[in-house]
Structures are given as C-alpha cells and as structure tokens.
C-alpha cells in the first residue's frame, strides 16, 4: 500500500539514521504511514510506542526543531494506578527527549504531581519489520527474508533479520534496568516497568537503539556531540544577518537542514541526502543542483558532492541499470531489494540531466573557489562526462542529449520530473521518447561554457576552444527548436520526432539559468511564467493552470517545488529582471513563513493564494528536502547580485536589489577563492545600494549594472595553468 499521508510527521536525522513518527512522537506497531527507524534504506524499527499501561497519555508538547532530537511532553488522561487509586487528569507528567547520533538515544523522566503516592505501569511496545524502504512505499517484493524471534537478555532486546542478500540486519535495543516483565511476539516485544512515585518525586528510564552491532559509547553524551557538530558546520559558512528576524531564521534552518541531511560514513567523501524519507541516500542531480545553491554560502558542500558523483561514475555499458561510461548516477540504494538484484538501484542511471549537472557543477566550484588541484583530480571524470555529452547522450545524433528507457525496473521519465504522468503535450498527451528536455540542453550549454576556462587552466586549449564552439552551436540551434511562438515560451521537450511540446511549464526556467536563452526569448518566458495560469501568489507552477492535465496536488502536474522556483529566480537575475525576482523572492519567503520551523517541503500545492494566506501541504512532501534547503540560499545570491571569478579574483556585484521584506542585510564571510568580504545593503525606497566593509585577501570587488552575457567571462583569459 502507498503511503497516503506524512504532513505531520516528525523527523529527526544525523548521518545515515532517521526516525520518522507521528504527531506525538510515536511509531505505532502496524502503521501505514511509514513511520520508524531506517537506516540505509532499511526499516529497523516500525513500532516505538509508550503508555501508560494500557492507557494512552495525553500529548501535550512535541517538536523535532533540532533536527538531530526532539521533545516530547505527555500528561495521563484520568486513571486508576495499580493501587486502585484514582490519578486525575494531568497529574503524571513524563517529559521524553530523544537523540540521534551513532544510535538513537532517549530518556523519559516521569514526575507525580499528585499530593499522595502513585504506582504506575510504564508499556514500551517495540517492534522491527526490516522492511525495504520500497516495500514501506508499496512495492511487493517477490520474497521475504526470514525474521528470527525477538529475545530479550535482562535489559536488552534483540530483533533480527536474515536478508535474501545474505546479509544479517539486527536492531538492538538497551534499556538503562531491566523490565518488570517482558513479552514477545513475531516481530517484536514488549518492556513493562512499575514505578513508585511519592508526591512531587521523579524517577528516570533510559534506552539506547542501535543497528547491526553498533556500539553505543556515547551515552549521555550523544547531544553534545550532534550540537557540537552543527555549531561548527554553521560557523564555517557565510553569514547572513538582517533588519528582518524571519529572514535570518529562514536562512539558518536552510544551513541547518542541509547539515542534517549530511551523509559522512567515513569511506569516502561526504554528500547530502536528497530528502528524508523517501530519498534518503545520494542523488546524482539533486546533489549537483544544492552544491550550486550553496556555493555563495558553503562550497564544500559542492566540493564533496563532486568527488561523491566522480566516485560513483558509469564505466560500463548495463541495461538493466542504465549505465554508460562516464554517465552520472541518478541515485544509490542499499536494502536488500537492490542488494538481491531485484531492483536496478545499486547504483542506477536513469538520469539524463545528472551528468551535465555534474560538469556545470565543476565549473561554477571553479569560479567560486579557483582550486584547479581538485579539478585535476577529476579531469578524468570531467572529461568521460564530456564523451557521454557527445557519444551516448546525444542518442540519435541530432544534437540534442535524449533519453528513452531501457531498464524494465527503470524509470519512464529521466528528468528531475521523473512521475510517470509528467511530461505531456499541450492536448494532454504523453510525449514519446526519446525524450529531449528543454533544461538537459540548457545544463549542457553552461556546462560546457563553464568547463573551458578549466581546460584552459589545465592546459588543454584545444578542448576550451571545442567547448565554446559546441556551446554556441547549441545555442543557435536550441532557440530556434525549442520556441513555441504561440506560447511566447520554450517547449517542454521535443519528442521522438523531433516535435516540440507546447505544454507550458516551468521546464522553460531552467533555460534562462542555464543563459542558453535568447534575451528577446527570455524576456517573453519570464512574462509567460509570471502570468496568473504559471505563478499562483506562491510561486510559479510545474505546469499551467490551462492544461488539461493541471491538478495543483499532481506531483509533477501543478504543483509548486521550491528548489524550482530558485533556478527561475536565479534564470530572472541573469536575464536583468530583478522585479520578477523578488515578487519569487517574496513568495517563497512568505510560504515558509507558513510552514513548521520556517521549513520549506520538497513541495507544496499549486493552490491559489486564499485570503487566508496559508500554502496547501502535498501530502507526503519529504521534509527536509536538500534542494528546498537550497532554495533561498540560492534565490538570496540573486537578490545581492553576486557572480564570482576567482580564478581572476574577482567578485561583481550585479544590480542588487533588495526585496520588499528587507531594508538592510549584512553579509559576513563570503569567500572567494582563498579571500573572505563582508558587505552591506541598503534599501532606501527603490534604491538598493552595496558597500563593502572588509576584504581579506586578495580580491577586486567590481560593482556591475547587468550580468554579463553567457560566455562573456569564459573568455576571458584564466592566469592559472598546469605546469
């Protein structure tokens, strides 16, 4: 059964362990939410339930603000204890505070407020499916593997899981005493504890859950050990400061999201996860696109997404998993339907934007950072991705880099609208591979304008000369085949005849990121996204209200995606309309706003906005997604105008107009290349004006009236050169 509903849910997350619960803080045994613990796509918890036996406690308080914990204050409803004294109601009061770090740790402290003694049965309901996060989201696999029968050894359980991939998956959980009782039963067990509480006295349980032989050392010390961790890893980024306290926590959840989306397993470099729950693991584009988001505010994120995708590079021609040599993974999964071969995912490459995303990605880390020693490290990678540009990505030698599935596992649709319902002509009909998206042709244009000042640097002239020529060629064919006059925009794709659909989507976005637009083009696209069928008050549409296929909860169909939105305002900035760019700017900040801890979902609905002023949840939008924490880190690059060139350094400000909500915004710590500049911006009326406070380093800060046009700064001449 698919999961129906998750906007509720809590999440708290470090590494490669989540747990996902209910309102409450729960995990009820049997539930159809997907709620538990997981770890490398594997459910090892899917009960995690306390009462007060037998009797629910009221929920008073629950939040998992951290990110790596939560909070959870109970109360009882009226009882009767195990002296047959009558408890009124919110009397007993159990406070729970979680943690998750190497395990997940929790402590419960239970205090009787009642003006004479209690006697209490404490019920902790535990249970491990070891599903495969495919089958929690409704994939049947073919066969199971065998569970063994949970045993308890005094304080601590133990759940186990012979796997079909031979592997052996256990979920030990250790309670500070041992039980009053125990019980077990097929997949899990029960704890009950009795507890004497005189009045106003408190008492303690403590438990530690670990996955497959983990040790848990760190008891008591886990929290610390996680804040100290998010401390240092907001230190080391940009800083931004404004005249609006909203902004600046809206930034900071951004920063800190991306933090618990960190993925660092020791055996290699780190990544983030796409987004907890459902695609929490590596993605090829979604990695690319959040260390382009990042890149003002944190490069190391794209520096260790880079050597993540290289690690994971196609090196040979296999079906079954869509790989080609040189191709960029679309993602990696672990649980036992991809480790027995019954799903292609290990890793699969059903992407057809990862690997120009991935070469765009190496350029623009260059112009921030100028570390050619990291480039040289991936020139093999860089230009393999290049050959699959030319030789297998471009499938029927038009020009154009296309896709059609081949894997009978595999993926219909291979862009970042990868639903099998997404890409439609304007009647509604699907479009028949293969497939040309409009914004694959745009990632390859930037890709290859931005990787020849790297080849320049390397030393390799004759390739910078290649890739500027083919980005041109490109150019000139792409707004001739592309554009839809009767739309004023840029079609969706061309299908397997070469046929553009006129279906007007956000697709057409991506285009002007990518500078691959005309500006005569670009200004008409932006018009018609900003129109009233495209742009709902919170953000631009996936697809036009106008479409007969519109549903504004369809996930690909009509809905509103963050990160989206950010790539169209970054594609407005380009293009010089800084009007358009903050309206964007206005409404995402304002839907998060409205959103739990100021966190903006994977997506939310293409409703309009109501007097109300309240955005319309998608059901089971993964909160926190890596590219929605990217999103405003993005959309503010483009409001303060900053383009880089470190490799010359440089850093230009471009025509920065702060929007409505903001006044006054203080930057600190913006690194290029090996300096650092603090800026200030003010808005007085129309006027925005920049300063700069403090440059460390050597670096020319250069204030322009317009962005300069795509490969302008390409040619420039680079100073550095391989020796």
Known sequence: MAIQDIRDALVIRE????????????????????????????????????????????????????????????????????????????????????????ALEERLWIVNHNSYPVELELMFQLAADFADIFEVRG????????????????????????????????????????????????????????????????????????????????????????????RSWLGGATRISSDNAFLDTVIERSLGDLRMLWNDDGAGP????????????????????????????????????????????GKKFDSWRDEEPGKVLHELRQGELTQTGELPFSPY?????????????????????????????????????????????DMNGDGYIEYEKRSSKGLVNQGWKDSADALIHKDGGSIQPPIALVEVQAYSYAAQLKLAPVFEALGDGETAVALRAGAAELGRRFN?????????CYALALDGR?????????????????????????????????????????????????????????????????????????????????????????????????????????????????PHQTPVPYPV???????????????????????????????????????PFLQRLRVEGLRVGQAAVDLLYERRGARTTARVLDVRGDLRVEKLRRWPLPGAQERRRTPAAKP
């Open 15 to 102: 590494r490669d362990l989540f747990l996902l619960t209910d309102t409450a803080g729960e995990v009820p045994p049997g539930n159809t939410n997907g709620y538990g613990m997981y770890h490398r796509d594997t459910r090892y918890l899917s009960g995690y339930q306390f009462t007060f036996s037998p009797v629910k406690p009221l929920m008073l308080l629950s939040t998992a603000e951290m990110g790596y914990g939560s909070e959870h204050v109970l109360t009882n409803p009226a009882m009767i204890d195990l002296a047959n004294r009558r408890v009124p109601r919110g009397t007993v009061q159990v406070r729970r505070l979680r943690v998750v770090e190497d």
């Open 139 to 230: 994939y049947e696999p073919s066969q199971r593997g065998e569970a063994r029968p949970p045993r308890w050894d005094g304080a601590t359980l133990t759940m186990s899981y012979e796997g079909r991939d031979g592997r052996t998956r256990q979920t030990v959980v250790r309670f500070s005493s041992p039980p009053a009782a125990t019980q077990t039963e097929v997949d899990g067990a029960c704890a009950l504890f009795r507890v004497s509480l005189a009045p106003q006295e408190e008492t303690s349980i403590s438990l530690v859950i670990c996955v497959d032989g983990r040790l848990e050392t760190r008891t008591g010390e886990r929290a610390g050990i996680a804040a100290g961790r998010y």
């Open 270 to 313: 780190g990544y983030p996860a796409a987004g907890t729950p459902w695609f929490d693991t590596l993605f090829g584009r979604d990695t690319a696109i959040v260390g382009m988001q990042t890149l003002a505010f944190k490069p190391e994120i794209a520096r260790d997404g880079l050597a993540s995708l290289a690690r994971y590079q």
């Open 349 to 393: 490459y059903g992407s057809i934007d990862s690997t120009p995303l991935f070469l765009w990605l190496a350029g623009e880390y260059y112009e921030w950072t100028g570390d050619l020693e990291l480039l040289s490290q991936l020139e093999t990678n860089l230009r393999a991705g290049l050959h699959w540009l030319r030789h297998y990505g």
């Open 480 to 488: 001739r085949d592309f554009w839809v006059a009767e739309e004023n």
């Open 498 to 610: 070469g046929r553009p659909s006129a279906a007007v989507t956000s697709n057409a976005a991506h285009a002007l990121w990518g500078g691959i637009a005309g500006s005569g083009q670009a200004a008409q696209t932006v018009k018609r996204l900003m129109a009233p069928d495209m742009f709902s008050g919170w953000g631009i549409r996936t697809l036009t209200s106008l479409s007969p296929c519109f549903n504004p909860l369809g996930y690909h169909l009509g809905t509103i995606w963050p990160h989206d939105n950010s790539i169209a305002a970054m594609g407005f900035k380009r293009y010089g309309f800084e009007t358009e760019l903050n309206v964007l700017a206005s409404a995402l900040f304002e839907a998060a706003r409205m959103f739990p801890y100021y966190r903006l979902p994977e997506l939310f609905a293409g409703s309009e906005l109501s």
């Open 621 to 659: 939008a993964c909160r926190p997604q890596a590219w929605a924490a990217g999103s405003f880190l993005l959309m503010m690059q483009a409001v303060m105008g900053l383009r880089a060139d470190a490799p010359n350094r440089t850093l230009s400000i471009v025509r920065p107009v702060l929007p």
